[in-house]
């Protein structure tokens, strides 16, 4: 009954901490949001255009891949590749560079705890303010161009979800990341993987029959049929729902709980 | 509203050692510990008043700069409880919490959001800040561009901008170059005036001395010792002397913001005459019957010493004060003597150069081999602008049979 308890008040604790621990330091959040958003673009030629520009070129080389050199083709179902490629792919990369930041992110924040007090909760939320709002202002123009203002408002939740999910894998990727360097080498090969076992780049009705029931192993599959569910009107069970969110329960209080008993460790081992 | 600024009961910390970090993973997720210690504070307890100056000394590694890491927050203590009854700031290992990429204008915001100020608290003080930094046009520059000079001005200025009731200094009362220098110190004097509460830790006992109302000493993590500056000082540098004879070569010249028992002083020619903005020795003479020379041979109690020092008297600053040291080949000061504490009033010669000549007659060391140091200090006495090791050799010879260090007046009276 304890530990159930404890697990409970680590869950809570999870989602409650990082959101106090900003709100209670707004100014210095929005600070280094600013901060964030600056660097992206400062010394460029196109300064601000790059922020929507990078994905877009990463969409444009992945379409250009599997739409035209693959001719990947929904069979019979009439959906157009291009927009399920851009529904599921703008907030995969958003996954991506929030999980490969989180490995290096105490790393990239030490001047600021070094030598001095710093509320280190907030820096999860920090990672993952910039891309959701930077992949969210693209994603909803896309979602308004392809599907009209219904799906773009829609498509405003998606992103903010995402995080919210990804929270108990960027704190266990942070932690995980700071301490163990190999670690840090390992995520882009993951990442890389998990893209290709998500169907983002195929529709889930290409895989083989055999295949078919195991891509559920993997919780993106389940977050992408919601997201196409949602956007593209794709058909989606509740188990596509209740899956991940489980998952995510599992997660977050032993992932709160360690990243919570780190703190000591990550203020001293640099 | 209690009188204690700072309050440690039973604090200990020690850092944790992993033969290999995978281990200190595994510690996390079981909690169970895979660690080795290495203890840097023991069971320590201590209070600090309310408008007290506590000098922090001790070796390296002795617990210092954990000590003061603990109390500003930036480490956890192993154990025990700590009280602070104010707000701090610190200035740890000469630095701050700057962004790289930031601006020192964005820097300072940051700082004071990092303390819990608002953007109005900060906006009051910040040109205040601009001004004592003397960074100009560097403030809307990122701080990685900085120099170590720049980046530890800034960061001063915005330490002892934040009012805080609570100052740790590690490591240097006075930072930065020359001018900056005596203008940290001045800032820092006017916090003792204000009655604010400082912790400082230096290997300058000099000014530990002079500054702090109480000192104590750390020695493996423990308090060996606490009480008045004199005492402390006094029997830490006794041990200090035993554990490390002086090594230092003739004409070693310590500039003021390096001021360290334990560092390794550059050694540069001791006669200078280039122009400076702020007070330096220009030459040391030490005459001994008409000859001057760096190393001299004298008799005890018939030779007279006579010591005359050079320096630029800098500018916009109060004439510079010096003091005389004569110190055994272990680094013991025997005697010194010092323009302050006796009252004199330097003078500018007609070449514009400060000068001055003390005569120490009929010199009444015994038989040994003795140093000359020299110290350019402000005109209080305390902040050294720079100083001047072993500016001369002294070999004494005597015609008694005298045994020591020095012949003390005496008559017999039976």
Same mark, same amino acid.
């Given at each position: ?12 604790g ?26 992206r ?63 290096t992110?105490f ?12 509320p280190l ?20 123009f ?9 799906k ?20 266990l ?30 529709f ?9 029931q ?25 188990m ?22 780190s ?8 | ?19 290999k ?17 290495i ?15 506590l ?18 927050d ?33 820097n300072?915001?940051?700082s ?32 990685k ?43 820092i004097?006017?916090?003792?005036e ?6 400082f =830790? ?7 001395e ?41 004409g ?35 005459k ?19 010591v ?6 800098g ?30 009033t ?6 514009g ?24 200090? =402000? ?21 008694g049979?005298?045994r ?11």
């Amino acid at each position: 009954m304890n530990i159930f308890q404890g697990n409970i008040r680590n869950i809570v604790g999870g989602v409650s901490n990082p959101f106090r621990s900003v709100i209670g330091n707004w100014s210095l959040f929005t600070m280094l949001l600013k901060r964030d958003l600056v660097n992206r673009t400062s010394g460029t030629v196109l300064g601000k255009i790059w922020p929507l520009a990078q994905p877009a070129l990463q969409i444009l080389g992945y379409w250009f891949v599997f739409g035209v050199i693959f001719s990947v083709r929904a069979e019979g179902r009439g959906e157009n590749f291009l927009e399920y490629l851009l529904t599921g792919m703008v907030p995969w990369l958003c996954v991506a560079e929030v999980l490969s930041r989180s490995t290096t992110m105490f790393r990239e924040f030490s001047p600021l705890y070094r030598r001095n007090p710093f509320p280190l909760e907030i820096l999860p939320l920090l990672i993952m303010a910039i891309p959701c709002l930077v992949y969210g202002a693209a994603y909803f123009f896309l979602n308004l161009f392809m599907g009209g203002l219904d799906k773009a408002l829609l498509s405003l939740i998606v992103m903010p979800l995402f995080m919210l999910w990804l929270l108990p894998l960027c704190l266990l990727f942070s932690v995980l990341g700071l301490f163990l360097k190999d670690f840090t080498q390992a995520v882009p090969f993951l990442l890389m993987i998990t893209l290709f076992l998500t169907p983002i780049l195929y529709f889930p009705s290409m895989l083989p029959e055999g295949i078919k029931q195991f891509i559920w192993i993997n919780p993106f599959s389940d977050l992408m049929a919601l997201v196409h569910g949602i956007l593209q009107d794709t058909e989606f069970s509740w188990m596509n729902l209740v899956r991940p969110f489980l998952i995510w329960l599992l997660l977050l209080g032993p992932a709160w709980l360690f990243y919570k008993r780190s703190i000591p460790h990550i203020r001293e081992v640099l | 509203m209690t009188d204690i600024a700072i309050s440690l009961q039973g604090v200990s910390k020690y850092y944790k050692y992993y033969e290999k970090e995978l281990d200190r993973v595994k510690e996390i997720m079981s909690g169970k510990p895979r660690f080795q210690k290495i203890e840097a504070l023991k069971n320590i307890n201590l209070e600090v008043g309310k408008g007290e100056v506590l000098g922090v000394i001790g070796r390296n590694g002795a617990g210092k700069s954990t000590l003061l890491k603990v109390l500003s927050d930036t480490i956890l203590p192993s154990s025990g409880e700590i009280s602070v009854n104010g707000r701090i700031a610190a200035l740890l290992e000469l630095g701050a919490s700057f962004h790289p990429d930031m601006t020192g204008k964005e820097n300072v915001y940051l700082s004071g959001a990092i303390k819990g100020m608002t953007k109005k608290d900060i906006d009051a003080i910040y040109e205040e800040i601009l001004a004592f930094a003397e960074i100009g046009e560097f403030i809307s520059r990122p701080v990685k561009t900085y120099s170590s000079g720049m980046f530890v001005r800034l960061a001063f200025s915005i330490a002892t901008h934040i009012d805080p009731e609570i100052l740790i200094i590690d490591e240097a009362l006075s930072v930065g170059d020359g001018a900056f220098s005596r203008k940290s110190f001045d800032r820092i004097m006017d916090f003792k005036e204000a009655g604010k509460t400082i912790l400082f =830790c230096s290997h300058s006992m000099y000014q530990v001395e002079v500054l702090c109302d109480r000192v104590v000493w750390l020695e493996k993590g423990e308090v060996r010792k606490i009480g008045k500056p004199v005492d402390v000082i006094t029997e830490y540098s006794n041990k200090m002397r035993m554990a490390s004879p002086r090594k230092e070569s003739l004409g070693t010249t310590i500039k003021g913001d390096e001021s360290s028992e334990n560092h390794e002083a550059a050694e540069t020619p001791v006669k200078s005459t280039s122009v400076k903005a702020v007070p330096h020795i220009l030459d040391i003479q030490v005459k001994v019957e008409s000859n001057i020379s760096k190393v001299h041979k004298v008799v005890s109690e018939v030779s007279d010493l006579e010591v005359t020092v050079l320096f630029g008297p800098g500018e916009g600053v109060p004439l510079a004060s010096i003091a005389v040291a004569l110190s055994g080949g272990d680094g013991r000061i025997i005697s010194s003597a010092g323009s302050v504490q006796d009252a004199i009033t330097l003078k500018i010669n007609e070449s514009g150069q400060g000068e001055a000549r003390i005569l120490f007659p009929k010199l009444p060391l015994l038989r040994g081999n003795y140093f000359l140091d020299v110290a350019l200090l =402000c005109e209080k006495g305390i902040h050294l602008y720079e100083a001047v090791r072993q500016a001369a050799e002294i070999h004494v010879e005597q015609n008694g049979l005298e045994r020591g260090i020095v012949k003390l007046p005496h008559e017999w009276l039976s």
